[in-house]
């Protein structure tokens, strides 16, 4: 036992014994393994400012969303095409992927997911649908 042995904690005496046996007990209980969950995520799209939750959601990188948006094809189609055209382009720079879901929703995911498309699922176009007037 050398000199500066005596102002060893018993705390560091033990993780020297743990690292002399050869292994170490660490903690596997780590909140960044809570976080790594996807989320589906609800949104609904009453004007143009209610899409910077989206966004922001979107760019955290672990949100799929569903986006309500008829509440603003009510109200505004020009804004609605506004709207539209800002989660396209956040979609295209996270690399991830926009369709239509019915004639309501929007679903936007990362790039780590991918939709899956039908008839019912199209791709989400700039330009308004047949039948919507502006």
């Known amino acids: 036992m050398g000199f500066l042995d005596v ?3 018993k705390e560091e005496e033990k993780i020297e014994a743990d690292v002399e ?4 007990e660490l903690d596997t209980d780590s909140p960044d393994e809570i976080r790594s969950k996807i989320i589906v995520r609800p949104f609904v799209l009453k004007d143009f400012e209610s899409i ?4 922001d959601s979107l760019r955290e990188g672990k949100t799929i969303a569903l986006v309500n948006i ?3 094809k009510d109200k505004d ?8 055209n800002k989660l396209k382009k956040t ?3 996270i690399d991830g992927e926009i369709a239509g879901f019915g004639e309501d929703y929007i679903v936007v995911a990362p790039s780590f997911a991918q939709i899956y498309r039908t008839k019912e699922t199209s791709e989400v ?3 308004p649908q047949e039948g919507i007037q502006e």
């Open 125 to 127: 176009k700039s330009e």
């Open 21 to 24: 046996e050869g292994y170490v």
């Open 7 to 9: 102002f060893k904690s």
């Open 52 to 55: 910077k939750p989206i966004l």
């Open 77 to 84: 189609l020009i804004e609605l095409k506004r709207g539209i």
């Open 91 to 93: 979609t295209d720079a």
């Open 70 to 72: 008829k509440p603003l």
